[in-house]
């Protein structure tokens, strides 16, 4: 198959590009003007220059393609609503249309778990409804899920919803890399009692279940949950991430009720300060403290999906790739309002293209 991945030089793409060239499939890439596109270049991989907010930057890439990967996402925090907006609702309209235009039979639309209403405890099915946090991303994620929804019933999109909960792995400076950062520097705290379950999930698996959607013939229309069911709490979850790292584990707890009150008047704050750096969100705070899970049981029965790697063997690899690329520990600067794969995080600024 001929495939366009858009998102093409974010951290996912960097894991489900090889894995489709292993099984033979040409890829092309869409990357932004100013996006570093070495390593695709490396690995063969046809550049197309364009923006999912320019349609007509999408025509020429998508020419003969048979599938399309939907990775490209606005994230981050506190970023103008409008920015989200025009890549995670507009851009993906875009590409869905121009998808129906060229003839794709196969869009694999990335979405997210954060979609969901947070904190409900009980393991989160495709069909409840949606309830984003007021929040940027998980808001525009939902508003492009339901467009995908609408133009399969309307417009006979041949498109599949695949929502992830967080992901990591080697290249994963956004979640993976933050959390080892603050552990080394003894900043990292436990929210709550820290006996939620926070979804936490390998990115193999994830391109698992994005080539299962891919390669399926009768999942046209469907939405699944792509995670790891066997969640960690969050406080073992930072304790094994600790060990792997020789850090120490956090002892600190702080109230999830104060600490969501606090990000709230934080937003408040650096909205009347016009400031894109609020101390602390509650989409953060919900992320990480809200007790999360999500069924894969559809996944399961239809797609044939089975997280293979262990949360401790995931950890392990991706601590290797963390020390063979950080001798110290860093502070990650702030990013650009630019697009990059889709990943689910709580911190921070909008990623750049670069992972």
Same mark, same amino acid.
């Given at each position: 198959?001929?495939?366009?991945?858009?998102?093409?030089?974010?951290?996912?793409?960097?894991?489900?590009?090889?894995?489709?060239?292993?099984?033979?499939?040409?890829?092309?890439?869409?990357? *932004?003007?100013? @996006?570093?596109?070495?390593?695709? /270049?490396?690995?063969?991989?046809? +550049?197309?220059? %364009?923006?999912? !907010?320019? #349609?007509?930057?999408?025509?020429?890439?998508?020419?003969?393609?048979?599938?399309?990967?939907?990775?490209?996402?606005?994230?981050?925090?506190?970023?103008?609503?409008?920015?989200?907006?025009?890549?995670?609702?507009?851009?993906?309209?875009?590409?869905?249309?121009?998808?129906?235009?060229?003839?794709?039979?196969?869009?694999?639309?990335?979405?997210?778990?954060?979609?969901?209403?947070?904190?409900?405890?009980?393991?989160?099915?495709?069909?409840?409804?949606?309830?984003?946090?007021?929040?940027?991303?998980?808001?525009?994620?939902?508003?492009?899920?339901?467009?995908?929804?609408?133009?399969?019933?309307?417009?006979?999109?041949?498109?599949?919803?695949?929502?992830?909960?967080?992901?990591?792995?080697?290249?994963?400076? *956004?979640?993976? @890399?933050?959390?080892?950062?603050? /552990?080394?520097?003894?900043?990292? +705290?436990?929210? %709550?009692?820290? !006996?939620? #379950?926070?979804?936490?999930?390998?990115?193999?698996?994830?391109?698992?279940?994005?080539?299962?959607?891919?390669?399926?013939?009768?999942?046209?229309?469907?939405?699944?949950?792509?995670?790891?069911?066997?969640?960690?709490?969050?406080?073992?979850?930072?304790?094994?991430?600790?060990?792997?790292?020789?850090?120490?584990?956090?002892?600190?707890?702080?109230?999830?009720?104060?600490?969501?009150?606090?990000?709230?008047?934080?937003?408040?704050?650096?909205?009347?300060?016009?400031?894109?750096?609020?101390?602390?969100?509650?989409?953060?705070?919900?992320?990480?403290?809200?007790?999360?899970?999500?069924?894969?049981?559809?996944?399961?029965?239809?797609?044939?999906?089975?997280?293979?790697?262990?949360?401790?063997?995931?950890?392990?690899?991706?601590?290797?790739?963390?020390?063979?690329?950080?001798?110290?520990?860093?502070?990650?600067?702030?990013?650009?309002?630019?697009?990059?794969?889709?990943?689910?995080?709580?911190?921070?600024?909008?990623?750049?293209?670069?992972?």
């Amino acid at each position: 198959m001929r495939i366009l991945v858009t998102g093409a030089t974010g951290f996912l793409a960097q894991h489900l590009i090889p894995a489709l060239q292993k099984r033979g499939h040409t890829i092309r890439a869409l990357v *932004l003007p100013s @996006g570093d596109a070495t390593w695709l /270049l490396h690995r063969g991989v046809d +550049i197309y220059r %364009g923006d999912v !907010r320019q #349609a007509n930057t999408l025509t020429q890439p998508l020419r003969d393609v048979d599938a399309v990967f939907h990775l490209a996402a606005a994230i981050g925090i506190r970023r103008p609503m409008k920015d989200y907006h025009a890549v995670n609702v507009i851009g993906t309209e875009h590409l869905c249309r121009a998808a129906l235009a060229a003839g794709v039979t196969r869009l694999v639309h990335v979405s997210s778990t954060s979609v969901y209403k947070q904190g409900l405890g009980e393991a989160v099915r495709e069909d409840f409804p949606l309830g984003p946090l007021p929040d940027p991303y998980p808001l525009t994620k939902a508003a492009g899920d339901e467009l995908v929804q609408r133009m399969i019933v309307e417009e006979h999109l041949p498109a599949v919803i695949i929502r992830t909960s967080t992901f990591f792995g080697p290249g994963d400076h *956004l979640n993976f @890399g933050r959390i080892v950062d603050r /552990l080394l520097a003894r900043r990292a +705290i436990i929210i %709550g009692s820290g !006996r939620n #379950a926070v979804p936490f999930v390998y990115v193999a698996d994830v391109v698992q279940g994005l080539l299962l959607a891919l390669e399926h013939e009768r999942v046209e229309g469907q939405i699944y949950n792509i995670t790891d069911e066997t969640c960690p709490t969050q406080e073992g979850l930072l304790l094994e991430i600790a060990e792997q790292v020789g850090a120490r584990s956090p002892r600190i707890h702080v109230p999830y009720s104060i600490l969501f009150s606090a990000a709230y008047v934080a937003e408040r704050i650096a909205k009347l300060r016009q400031s894109e750096h609020p101390v602390v969100t509650r989409f953060g705070v919900a992320l990480y403290g809200a007790n999360n899970r999500y069924s894969i049981d559809k996944a399961r029965t239809e797609l044939g999906y089975e997280p293979r790697i262990s949360l401790r063997e995931g950890i392990r690899l991706a601590a290797a790739w963390y020390w063979d690329n950080a001798s110290t520990p860093r502070v990650l600067p702030f990013r650009g309002s630019r697009i990059t794969d889709t990943t689910e995080e709580g911190a921070e600024g909008l990623r750049g293209t670069s992972p």
